[in-house]
C-alpha cells in the first residue's frame, strides 16, 4: 500500500513492505544507504536489505519541522502498536530528510516508541531512488521558490495536491481519526497546549 501527500519539497510517502515482494518492489532502494538517528557514526544501513527480512513497514518522511512528516510521527506512535498486534509487522522505520538532531527532536515531541528505528538521510538520495516527486520545476533556479509552492499548492508538477491539503484543514467527518486524540494528549503531556 503506498500514501502519498505533497509539500514544499516532496511527496511523503509511507510504503508497507512485506518479504514477499519486497525483492522486486523495492529494487531501486537496493544499495541505498541511510543513517541511524540513535547512532549516527554506525554503519549505514542499506534500505534494501532491511526490507527483504520479515514483515516490515517502512515510512518515508520528509523533513522533521515540515507537518506532514510530523503527522506520520504522531500517526506512527498511535497505530505501529496495533500494526505490531493486529497485522504481524516484525519491525518499523521511519526515514527523515533532515540531520540527526532534527530527527530526534521530532521523535520527543510526538513521543515516538523506541521501537520504531529512526533513520535520516540529509542529501534526498533515498527518496528520489524510491521516486519521490520534487515538485514544480525542481531544476529551474530561475522561478521563485514561493511561486513554485504555489503552483504545487495548484497541483502544478504533482498530481491532486490541492484536496490533499484541503483534506489536511478540514479532515474527514466520515472517518473516526483516534490518532489524533493521541497526540492531543501527547502535547497537553508535554506542555505545549493549553
Known amino acids: 500500500?503506498?500514501?502519498?501527500?505533497?509539500?514544499?519539497?516532496?511527496?511523503?510517502?509511507?510504503?508497507?513492505?512485506?518479504?514477499?515482494?519486497?525483492?522486486?518492489?523495492?529494487?531501486?532502494?537496493?544499495?541505498?544507504?541511510?543513517?541511524?538517528?540513535?547512532?549516527?557514526?554506525?554503519?549505514?544501513?542499506?534500505?534494501?536489505?532491511?526490507?527483504?527480512?520479515?514483515?516490515?513497514?517502512?515510512?518515508?518522511?520528509?523533513?522533521?519541522?515540515?507537518?506532514?512528516?510530523?503527522?506520520?510521527?504522531?500517526?506512527?506512535?498511535?497505530?505501529?502498536?496495533?500494526?505490531?498486534?493486529?497485522?504481524?509487522?516484525?519491525?518499523?522505520?521511519?526515514?527523515?530528510?533532515?540531520?540527526p538532531e532534527a530527527a530526534q527532536k521530532l521523535a520527543e515531541e510526538v513521543d515516538l516508541p523506541d521501537s520504531i528505528e529512526l533513520y535520516f538521510d540529509n542529501t534526498g538520495e533515498a527518496a528520489r531512488k524510491f521516486g519521490v516527486e520534487r515538485g514544480w520545476l525542481p531544476e529551474n533556479e530561475d522561478v521563485n521558490p514561493f511561486l513554485k509552492l504555489f503552483g504545487m499548492l495548484w497541483g502544478l508538477g504533482a498530481w491532486a495536491t490541492l484536496p490533499a491539503v484541503i483534506g489536511g484543514y478540514i479532515g474527514n467527518p466520515f472517518v473516526p481519526q483516534p490518532w489524533i486524540t493521541d497526540a492531543l494528549a501527547v502535547g497537553q503531556k508535554k506542555g505545549r497546549w493549553p
Open 1 to 99: 500500500t503506498t500514501m502519498m501527500m505533497t509539500n514544499r519539497f516532496c511527496l511523503a510517502i509511507v510504503a508497507l513492505c512485506c518479504s514477499s515482494w519486497a525483492a522486486v518492489a523495492f529494487q531501486p532502494l537496493s544499495g541505498v544507504s541511510v543513517k541511524s538517528v540513535k547512532d549516527p557514526t554506525a554503519p549505514a544501513v542499506d534500505i534494501g536489505d532491511w526490507l527483504s527480512t520479515g514483515k516490515n513497514f517502512f515510512v518515508f518522511g520528509t523533513y522533521a519541522a515540515d507537518f506532514n512528516a510530523i503527522e506520520y510521527g504522531q500517526r506512527l506512535r498511535y497505530y505501529w502498536p496495533r500494526l505490531q498486534e493486529e497485522k504481524g509487522f516484525d519491525k518499523c522505520a521511519f526515514l527523515l530528510s533532515c540531520q
